[in-house]
């Protein structure tokens, strides 16, 4: 179910991301922005998706280890200390 929806707000950004850059295109074809402006802007924008990207992923992660703590479940580290007290 997580990964579900991991993937499709990923999707769903894709998504946008394009839409985004078809409607950038049309407007530089059409003159109504200067390309280098174009540019500018397409390249502002994938530099902010990616720290929203990097943001989510780790909320993401705090999220899953609030969880796992919540439910008592056993970590890696965990197990490893088990193993070394077990020898």
Do not use: P, R
């Not at 850059?21 to 990616?50: C, P, R, V, W």
């Not at 909320?59 to 280890?65: C, D, G, N, R, T």
């Not at 056993?74 to 088990?82: F, G, I, P, R, V």
């Amino acid at each position: 179910m997580l990964k579900d929806l991991l993937y499709t707000g990923i999707g769903a950004g894709l998504l946008i991301k394009e839409k985004v850059e078809e409607e950038i295109h049309k407007m530089e074809k059409s003159g109504k922005i200067k390309t280098d402006d174009a540019k500018n802007f397409l390249e502002s924008i994938e530099q902010k998706a990616k720290e929203e990207e990097q943001k989510n992923k780790e909320k993401l992660k705090s999220m899953l280890k609030d969880i796992i703590d919540d439910l008592g479940l056993a970590t890696k580290d965990d197990l490893e200390k088990l193993k070394q007290e077990l020898k």
